[in-house]
């Protein structure tokens, strides 16, 4: 049995920064006490109704499969917006709220989010024209209550040629800026599991549902089997919440009492692809209609590199199993090579390709199979035996969401309602006054502009903890890979204040190694582990494991399917 080891226990404690429970202490929590809530899956649903319970006094456990955000919740787009592209198919409401808590997390998360300009450029026979693009921006910022980062501007054909020197001219008629906000996905959903546990929750990753535990036809709790040792604990709980997105119908069919009436979720595929920002060096964001079929996709800054997505397609892949095929890639590679012909991207210019879910509502189809046009609004049900169901939603109002199904929960259990304080609160890390001040020290403090920049945007307020760790043991300032600001004390930290178990929870879900080398963060793993092993009790025999566990993984999730699935 692996257990964490007095190496980890030796590491200077942070007094600014609380460090979650022992896996150890997690577990026996999980076993031995009752709860009101249990929470299934650690997606950003997930973890912040998690949070959103713990800050209301409810007493909260939450289990996630794999790690948390190992699903959608890591291989999105990576914004938060107001989806402008939703205005086209009516969903007015989904915009005004999206477009509340872009402005709302900007606040509570400003490391986390941060404003991001897009420019819309308009062709000739575009399906959508110019007067329809500012009548859609006009309505946007309206439904933003005119809140938003800034007013879009119109811009002429010139004015989209200097902002993008690169981008195809013939048949550019114009154009427009208007304002988004980017994250990072994986730590967003992080940082709502650290506040759940800060909160008081008992939170555990690497840890699935077995089955659901049912008395008198009523679900009472769940055997969960902890993945790094195999035991199973049965975790007492007055009420259930099945948040695991795509996996929701796996959870229903655990439930004896649950009726089968086909899917609650249909979900679509979303491929991304990055490649250097040298190959496609753009200024701000660009939302696009890709030529080859009209949909809206996006071209994305990303420090050093640029995303290109998204695709939005049927699959029949398992959600643990879905990933980017070769025509994904052609696609995405001929829409950007369109708008920027003398780019001439090809497939070796690509340095990773991921895919998501979307799990969205079966009921928001309307009858429509066309995904694109599926609504993006949450639904909560609750099955015969008294589970709670989310489904559907976005990343951006996943707040919102988890509002919803706490409230749900005290009408369950009949509590008193309570209100939540998710709206006012700063997630953990947030609680900065003036982010470029942050910035400023943190670069003249690490000596490297990009590692100190990343820091703050990774772990806001409490980089300062994090470098610490080099002063103790200067090892820990070497970079995992040359050429990128992620450092080793950064695996340290996620052993000892971020749930760390696996490299593949460091370096594809805590940093974004994996989606940032060519080999998926193979090399970087051995750096890795040299680092984590004493940490959390690896002898030779098991780092080796575990580093054949994290290529399983990096190919499990990036690698590329010759054809559709």
Avoid at 102 to 119: I, Y
């Amino acid at each position: 049995m692996r257990s964490e080891s007095a190496a980890l226990r030796s590491l200077p404690a942070s007094t600014e920064v609380p460090a979650p429970p022992s896996r150890a202490d997690r577990l026996r929590s999980l076993a031995s006490e009752s709860f009101d809530l249990l929470v299934i899956g650690g997606g950003v649903t997930g973890a912040g109704a998690a949070r959103d319970a713990a800050l209301r006094g409810l007493k909260v456990a939450l289990v996630e499969r794999e790690d948390f955000a190992s699903g959608t919740s890591s291989r999105s787009s990576r914004l938060i917006h107001g989806g402008l592209r939703y205005l086209e198919h009516g969903h007015l409401g989904l915009v005004f709220e999206s477009s509340i808590e872009r402005r709302r997390l900007l606040h509570l998360a400003p490391h986390l989010v941060r404003p991001l300009a897009f420019v819309w450029p308009v062709y000739e026979g575009a399906r959508v024209p110019r007067w329809k693009l500012n009548a859609g921006l006009m309505l946007y910022d309206a439904l933003s209550l005119f809140r938003n980062v800034k007013a879009y501007q119109r811009l002429s054909l010139k004015q989209v040629v200097e902002a993008e020197p690169g981008i195809k001219s013939d048949g550019l008629k114009g154009g427009a800026r208007y304002y988004d906000a980017a994250t990072d996905d994986a730590r967003l959903t992080l940082a709502n599991a650290l506040g759940a546990s800060e909160a008081g929750a008992v939170v555990l990753n690497h840890a699935s549902v077995k089955r659901l535990v049912l008395e008198d036809g009523k679900a009472t709790g769940a055997v969960v089997v902890d993945h790094l040792t195999g035991v199973e604990h049965t975790v007492r709980a007055r009420a259930v919440v099945n948040a695991t997105g795509p996996w929701s119908d796996e959870i229903r069919q655990l439930d004896s009492k649950q009726e089968r009436k086909g899917p609650s979720v249909r979900g679509s595929k979303g491929v991304h692809i990055a490649v250097p920002r040298s190959r496609l060096n753009i200024g701000d964001a660009l939302t696009l209609l890709s030529p080859v079929d009209g949909r809206v996709m996006f071209i994305l800054p990303a420090d050093a590199f640029t995303l290109i997505g998204t695709t939005e397609t049927a699959t029949r892949a398992h959600p643990a199993e879905v990933r980017a095929s070769e025509a994904d890639v052609a696609y995405l590679l001929a829409s950007a090579n369109a708008f920027f012909p003398e780019a001439n991207l090809t497939r070796e210019d690509m340095v990773s390709a991921w895919a998501g879910i979307r799990p969205l509502a079966a009921s928001g189809y309307h009858g429509n199979s066309d995904a694109g046009s599926a609504s993006r609004e949450h639904t909560i049900d609750v099955s015969p035996s008294g589970v709670l169901a989310i489904s559907g939603g976005k990343l951006t109002t996943f707040r919102v969401m988890a509002r919803d199904v706490v409230n749900a929960v005290e009408r369950h259990l009949s509590l008193p309602h309570k209100k939540p304080v998710t709206h006012e609160q700063p997630l953990p890390g947030g609680d900065i006054l003036k982010l470029d001040a942050e910035l400023a020290a943190a670069k003249q403090a690490v000596g490297d502009p990009a590692t100190g920049e990343h820091l703050v945007r990774a772990y806001g307020s409490r980089w300062h903890a994090v470098w610490a760790l080099t002063r103790e043991t200067p090892a820990l300032a070497e970079p995992l890979v040359e050429g990128l600001p992620y450092r080793r004390a950064e695996a340290a930290w996620g052993v000892t204040h971020e749930m760390v178990q696996t490299l593949a929870d460091l370096l594809i879900r805590r940093l974004k190694v994996a989606f940032e080398t060519r080999d998926q963060g193979r090399a970087a793993a051995v750096r890795a582990a040299q680092v984590m092993a004493p940490l959390l009790g690896w002898d030779a025999a098991e780092t080796e494991r575990q580093l054949a566990a994290y290529a399983v993984d990096a190919q499990r999730i990036f690698g590329v399917d010759p054809s559709d699935a």
